[in-house]
């Protein structure tokens, strides 16, 4: 069977078979044509996958010794399975060559009967063709009807179809009409008292009634006779609400048709509920339309738009971004019969409010919404602050500044606005700093107003640590990151309400020092604090509060450096006091009283027992020590230490060579000034001063009562008049020594290691006792002593004098008898080799002058007469 090529083409997709005819032979059926395209030979199968199998077995062997053991035994095994599973299939493939002459027939077979049942496709469409080319030369059946009214009548009843003009009407005829129906329309409306209440704001003109519904729609009707039970006839419809559109012929025919079927069965009372709610509908399908713009444009992705028509509502979702439940509302009609908006928030109780019926604006209602449901969120952010006992103390923390913003307190002098996004629904926070816009990204991570709340409060607490670290920092101060601080010290040294801690310090202060300052939820708290070392972090070993004012006068630099020297007062006195302890010396703290503000940024002071650190009772009972902050340097931060002398003739006549000793000899005070040391370590510094000062009010006291002449007095240096034009000087070291010291001339100078070996040991009255004793010995063996002459000093009692040339020695000694001095002078020559006694000085040892006594070999005499008795036995043995 064969099909001729035909004008209509098949339809698309049907295949066609090429023309021709099947030449049946007279023995039976034509052979069905062999299929041999797209074959491939097994053997060329079979070498390719043994082919690429050994490449992929070679590239492995390279690539293992690079691996690890386990991903080679993971690339080994996958090589393994997907080796397999191809030489499955080879398996198959050779299974099924041993069938393959039964394959390619059932290929054959399989091919021509799709190509049979293309050529019967082919045959059923160009019937089709033929079919629709024969409509066009079809008759059309005869009018038999309009031939009979032909036959019988003689002409067609045909309508005119408005071909025929009617007679014009006169302009005073229309008039006339008009006027009739005015009046009709008036009566009857007057006598009508079911009119709707809607329908009571109407007008009459032109024949026709106007009812005008506010925001909603405007209906013309009309009568068509004076029978007043005769039914009203729609003549026009328009819309009365923006945006104004009009009503298209459709719409108006279909309004017009309904409204009639309406007011032919339910008046007035029907027409205006069928057109209110088709307005209703309309409203939501202009409302509809511009939310599903306002959608895909600058609301894209945060606003989605759901249209139920069966119940005459729009379903809003909108922030869609933001976490938690979605935010909802829904434009519909209320019960009042008008559009509004349900508003379905995520965490506040739904709300009901009408919308404007006057102008359908997506834009207006959705901004309504949006700024309800802003405004329910700060109200609720300002809720949770107004019940929480922080509002009570800082009434000023949250201000509403409009319906849409919160001013937020930061700190005095910084503050945060609290608005929220139209479009995303994200929290905004006012403000440039790090703090702000974490806290910001933060805010919009939370599903809940407690949540967001505390994250306010947070970021109050952390703005307040960051103006006091800046403005401590701008004083001089450092801000010190002290970590690993065990939580139950600060629980139990700062309270349990801490929220944030900042430690500063002095770059003076010792180690271990700081303040801490304790940020809680309506205060801001000073701690002085000693910190240690401990397992693992820092324990807190003493700690105490510091009373201050408000924090913005805190801030300012004169109340830093109030708070600077008052702490560093603190930091001394405690080192002081501590040592204090450690020697058991008694002391007291003297803190000032704090100011009206409840202030205590006065200087504290100290004071100790004076006889617990003198040894003698020179001082008045106790010591105060005051300390005195520098303005230009922080390590000349000083202590003073005053006290008053028991005796103040004591100190009339000591001068301060000292620049940081000042002394009172009129009236017996001392003001001792010292600088602090890095380690605040003073007090060693401290009682030496003291005890040098005690050690030059004891020497005055000794020289006085010796009848001395003091020429210079001053702590360091003592200079007295022992003897006429004989005056030593006591030079006082810091080190507890005072150092001796003569004038060349001097003839105790023979003897000045000896006096200050006396001075160390035995102190100053020995020394001055030593003085007179030994001056008119001294005296003579200056003039004595010379080149040939040996004067040789034992010690201040013990003397000998040798004559080289001569061959003499004699030895003095100075001893005491009956409570008085002696000096003894010997002939010592025997006692030294090659020296021999002389009978020269018999005379002078036999005498018995006043004051003196003859002895054998020598002679004793007084203190006043040796000078004397030596220049006599000088010239003897000289001669």
Known sequence: MSVDDHDHPPPPGAQVVVKGQLNVADEGFPPVPHISENFIPLSVVVSRLVENTYSELVNILETLPAANDTTKKRKFLNFLVHTRQQYIKLLVLTQWSRNAKDISKVIDVVSWLSGQK????????????????????????????TALEVF?????????????????????????????LNVLLSLRLALTDDIPVPFRNYKIANGRVTFCVEGDFEVDLGIADDDPSSRYFLIDFRYSFKPTSTVTPAIRATVERIGNE????????????????????????????????????????????????????????????????????EIGVLQSKVLGVRWIPRDFPPETFAIDQDEMSAQTVLSQIIVYHIQQLLVAVQTVFSSSHIYKSLP?????????????????????????????????????????????????????????????????????QREVEDRVKSAGWDVIKIANVRPDDIRQKYGVGVRQTTTIRQRHWMRGWFIVVTITDNAINLWFSEFKPAEGGWSIVWNEPLELEALDTVYSSEKLSQLAAVTSARITFHVIATCLQERNIPYEFILPPADV???????????????????SSWAKSAFKLEYIPSEIEEDRNAVMVTGSMEKSSALSSVSTDLPDVILDGQNGHFCLKFYVPPNHLILPQMLDRLGQIERSVSFIGTLQSFNLKLEEVSLTRIVFEYAPDLRMTLTISGEQKMIVGLSDSNPHRRIQFFLQDILDSEGLRSLLAVLPATLPLLRAASYIDSSDVYFITHNPKS??????????????EIRDKDGHKMVYITDSSGDIPGFKQADICSSIWNSNSPGMVGLETGIACEIDVVEDLLSRVHSAISS
């Open 118 to 145: 293309n050529c019967f496709s082919n045959v059923v469409w160009a019937l089709q063709a033929v079919k629709q080319d024969l409509g066009s030369a079809r008759l059309r059946n005869p009018d038999i009807a």
């Open 152 to 180: 019988v009548l003689g002409k067609p009843r045909l309508s005119s179809f408005n071909y025929i003009p009617p007679k014009p009407l006169s302009p005073q005829t229309i008039l006339d009409t008009l006027h009739d």
């Open 262 to 329: 309406v007011l032919s069965t339910r008046g007035l009372h029907g027409l205006y509920d069928c057109l209110h709610n088709f307005t209703l509908s309309y409203k939501l399908l202009i409302l509809q339309q511009q939310l599903v713009r306002l959608a895909n444009g600058i609301w894209t992705g945060t606003l989605n738009i759901s249209y139920f028509a069966e119940r005459q509502a729009i379903a809003i979702q909108y922030w869609s971004e933001q976490p938690g439940r979605k935010s909802m509302a």
């Open 396 to 464: 000023n923390l949250i201000t509403p500044m409009s319906d849409t913003k919160l001013k937020i307190e930061l700190t005095p002098s910084l503050a945060t606005y609290l608005t929220v996004e139209h479009l995303t629904g994200r929290m905004v926070l006012e403000g440039t700093t790090d703090l702000i816009a974490s806290a910001e990204k933060a805010l919009n991570t939370q599903t809940d107003i407690q949540s967001s709340t505390q994250i306010l409060t947070n970021l109050r607490h952390l703005s307040i």
């Open 597 to 615: 503000h409840g202030s205590a940024l006065e200087l504290p002071s100290l004071q100790f027992d004076s006889s617990a650190v003198t040894k």
């Open 799 to 812: 003397y000998r004098i040798i004559y080289y040339t001569q061959k003499h020695a004699i030895d003095i």
